[in-house]
């Protein structure tokens, strides 16, 4: 109203958007976004994942504001919860808790404590309230960003929306989180390189999960590492996701660096926070199995069958359109084609990738948002991708994927 009135004063006709767009009032927005924390980091999420660098550069800068700016629980606020959840006497546990959270997410904030008996925690405590808010937040959120006129007209945003609000009711319910946890664990107890905090389930409910703390340092760290240790974490990273894809049907879709920690005295990789976590349909499973297969050999109607069965074209898309996509389809599964280790850091494929589906949109009337299962897992293997790069890691990824299809081709047999 202010910058209105100055704008008016001065005889201009002032627009609602442009009002909104001042440099102080982005950083209002994105205040104001912060404080509903889960939701608004969330559909931020969606919004990243769906268009990516199609976002007008506005909307990005508020998006990564909330990425880079959490809001603590106060102190009181903190204690409070503490003894609605574990009772009056709750501190008796614990010979320490630290008040001050060493991490926060979207819906929860997580403390260091040690048990009595001297072992090491890492306790995620639930935003308080936020179960009870998460589809109001999200409505508010819809409403500010629709106000702003920043979200292009082309986005599916009440698409978007919807999945947010079953993400995050998703995420809220640690007790399944606990659940996914030890699953993980019994999944990767045979591969020794892999840990997987355990859950101690006294201290755990639905909006507190009490985990052993594992000690590791962040995943980027390798860098220092010589070239083949490098190489053998980046592709025991990629194995576990066609693993996850293909044998578990469940992939931890969030490939945030800070969710793989390294331990450099034994070799092994952490794996941690399971919200995310998606289960994946027998069909999707399949088509993706297809179209990698296809890709692998440059079979482009194996893959434009592969991705008819996922879900990837509409009814109004153009056969120009749909090459489109299959060429970009192709081009991401590049590594499978290559014989021998694939020097992610010198194919700058990510880049290639993004400035392929910019030109993708320019060139279509809408942009067809892909299946949601389907964004999830291409987050995750972008995800694996940046960090090969970030790390200049190499891998022999065509031996993973036919090492892996030689085994389930036995297990049929």
């Avoid at 889960?38 to 990005?60: C, F, I, N, T």
């Avoid at 106060?74 to 991490?103: N, Y």
């Avoid at 000690?215 to 490098?230: N, W, Y």
Wanted: negative net charge; charged residues 20%.
């Amino acid at each position: 109203i202010k910058e209105g009135m100055k704008q008016y004063s001065q005889g201009q006709s002032p627009k609602l958007q442009q009002l909104i767009m001042t440099p102080t009032n982005i950083g209002h927005v994105a205040d104001k976004l912060a404080q509903l924390r889960g939701a608004a980091m969330k559909v931020g999420q969606m919004l990243s994942m769906d268009a990516g660098e199609l976002l007008p550069p506005e909307l990005s800068e508020v998006l990564a504001k909330l990425r880079s700016e959490a809001n603590y629980m106060p102190h009181k606020q903190l204690v409070g919860v503490l003894k609605s959840q574990w009772g009056e006497h709750w501190l008796d546990a614990f010979g320490q808790f630290e008040l001050r959270p060493f991490a926060a997410a979207s819906i929860g904030q997580v403390h260091l404590a040690y048990l009595a008996t001297g072992e090491k925690l890492a306790v995620k405590i639930q935003y308080p309230g936020i179960k009870d808010s998460i589809d109001s937040d999200i409505d508010n959120v819809a409403t500010l960003l629709k106000m702003s006129g920043l979200v292009p007209d082309n986005i599916k945003l009440d698409q978007l929306l919807l999945q947010a609000k079953q993400q995050l009711h998703h995420e809220a319910d640690y007790i399944h989180e606990a659940a996914l946890l030890n699953q993980y664990q019994n999944w990767v107890k045979q591969q020794t390189h892999f840990v997987v905090p355990k859950v101690y389930p006294q201290l755990s409910n639905d909006s507190i999960l009490s985990m052993e703390f594992v000690e590791g340092a962040p995943i980027e760290s390798v860098i220092s590492l010589d070239q083949t240790s490098r190489n053998k974490i980046a592709s025991q990273l990629l194995q576990l996701f066609l693993d996850e894809l293909f044998n578990f049907k469940l992939v931890q879709t969030d490939p945030n660096f800070g969710n793989f920690q390294y331990q450099a005295d034994t070799g092994k990789i952490v794996l941690l926070d399971f919200g995310a976590t998606r289960a994946v349909p027998e069909y999707l499973s399949n088509g993706y199995k297809q179209l990698m297969l296809g890709a692998m050999t440059s079979d482009y109607e194996l893959i434009t069958r592969a991705a008819a069965d996922i879900g990837f074209f509409q009814d109004n898309i153009t056969p120009h359109q749909q090459q489109l996509i299959v060429d970009i389809f192709h081009q991401a599964c590049e590594p499978l084609r290559y014989d021998g280790e694939y020097d992610f850091a010198q194919s700058q494929l990510a880049k290639r990738i993004t400035d392929a589906a910019k030109v993708m949109s320019t060139q279509q009337d809408e942009w067809h948002t892909p299946p949601m299962d389907a964004i999830f897992i291409h987050r995750k293997l972008a995800g694996i991708y940046l960090l090969a790069t970030k790390i200049k890691a190499k891998v022999n990824v065509r031996s993973l994927f036919s090492v892996h299809q030689a085994s389930d081709d036995a297990r049929k047999a």
